[in-house]
Each structure stands twice: as structure tokens, then as C-alpha cells.
């Protein structure tokens, strides 16, 4: 399995929070970035996509949250102040990286700094949050895993809900805005997460997993396994 980077680790915005971005922008539609990045085209102007990005990201660094003002010093020698965040390629565009939003993210200045040791290609973890520090992680797992574990909760996805998809006749996990999709979860010792992660990998086909915000674990937030293209398992 391809444990997630850091990318992966940010949660995913929910369909709230991007209609309030779709409006703040002016936009029919924005969406978040992926993980990944993309290396596609952009249907939009840099200016027009830079700004969107930001409001999106609420003018605020998606991985450690800040969102500081910095004042500078015009031409024309007037003061002004701006939001002291900045627009990062997660694919970089020497390498075909897009300017779209699947391949933009805020980044305050520090955090955007990091990046340069890593080829622009990622954000090296340097500082360790306080998450780190706990003893367990909690997943969301498939009912039929849930039923043959002795320590399965419940826990709500916020912002998703579950649509029959008519073309394939499977069941998807769709954003859907004031949604509240109520899934197993499993909280899973630090030491264990190895072996357990192994397991989804084996059985389930899972590829890597992202972070989703939800009400009812510890944390605010529940990991959910993905497989090769990107599709829940749940």
C-alpha cells in the first residue's frame, strides 16, 4: 500500500465549504486539490485560478493553518497589507504540472519554503502535530469488516451521502451538501497500523487512504481506504 504523504493527510473540504468558495469566487464550479496533483489543463486564467485557489483555502495555509497579514511598501510609497499565503504546485509545472485545482494549494511562506528541499514535489513533515502523539487512529471500514469486529463504533461523514450509480449498479460515496453519511469506523492502536493497513491492502484492494472530517471520532476526522482509482471502500 502507498501510505499517504503529507497531501494526503490534509482533510478534504466538504461540499459546503466549496459552495461558499464557488460563491466567494464567482465560479459555477471549484473543486479541491488531489493528493496526487494533475498535470491537465486549466480552463482558467493564472490570475482568475490563483484567486480561486485562495478562497477556496479561506486565505489560510492548508497544512498548518495560518493566516497572518503582511504589511509591505508600494511604488508609489503607501503602505499595504496582504494575506502572507501563497499559491503551490503540488505537480510543479517543470514537470507538466497543471494550473488547475486539483494541482493548487495554499501554502503560507514557511510551509512553501519546506517544498524547495523537496524539489518542489511534496511538503517534508517537520514538525510533528499532536495527533502524532496518539495512541490510536480511527478508519472507516465496509460493514462486512465492521460486523466481524469486536470494537467497531459508528461515526458521519459530514457533507457525503451514498448515490446508486445506474451506469456501473454499484453504490458511490458522493459529496452532498448538509449530508451526514453514517459509516463504521474501527479505532486502530499506533503499533497495529502496519498490519492493519496490510490487511485492507490484501483483501480489499485498498491503495492508500484520506482523511475526512466526521463527527464521532476522538479527533474530528476519520481515514478512508481508496483503491487504485481513487474510489472509497467502504
Request: charged share 25%; with cysteine.
Amino acid at each position: 500500500m502507498n501510505i499517504p504523504e503529507l497531501y494526503s493527510e490534509i482533510p478534504r473540504l466538504t461540499a459546503t465549504e466549496l459552495h461558499v468558495a464557488e460563491r466567494v469566487a464567482g465560479l459555477e464550479h471549484v473543486y479541491d486539490f488531489l493528493p496526487g496533483g494533475d498535470s491537465g489543463k486549466s480552463l482558467l486564467s493564472w490570475s482568475k485560478m490563483s484567486r480561486a485557489v485562495l478562497a477556496r483555502d479561506s486565505y489560510s495555509c492548508r497544512i498548518c493553518g495560518k493566516s497572518s497579514l503582511k504589511s509591505f511598501t508600494t511604488s508609489s510609497n503607501t503602505r499595504n497589507v496582504h494575506f502572507d499565503v501563497q499559491v503551490h504546485h503540488i505537480v510543479p509545472r517543470k514537470e507538466s504540472g497543471s494550473d488547475s485545482f486539483l494541482n493548487l494549494i495554499t501554502l503560507c511562506e514557511s510551509c512553501h519554503h519546506k517544498t524547495y528541499k523537496n524539489g518542489y514535489a511534496g511538503l517534508p513533515k517537520s514538525e510533528r502535530s499532536l495527533e502524532d502523539f496518539s495512541t490510536k487512529m480511527s478508519f472507516g471500514v465496509p460493514e462486512d469488516y465492521a460486523i466481524k469486529s469486536n470494537n467497531s463504533t459508528r461515526c458521519r461523514l459530514i457533507d457525503y451521502a451514498r448515490s446508486y450509480m445506474q451506469a456501473s449498479g454499484t453504490y458511490e460515496i458522493i459529496g452532498m451538501e448538509g449530508s451526514l453519511l453514517d459509516i463504521p469506523s474501527i479505532s486502530i492502536e499506533m503499533s497495529k497500523i502496519s498490519e492493519f493497513t496490510g490487511y485492507f491492502e490484501k483483501v480489499y484492494g485498498a491503495n492508500s487512504y484520506i482523511k475526512v472530517k466526521a463527527i464521532g471520532t476522538r479527533s474530528g476526522l476519520v481515514r478512508i481506504f481508496i483503491d487504485s482509482e481513487g474510489k472509497p471502500i467502504l
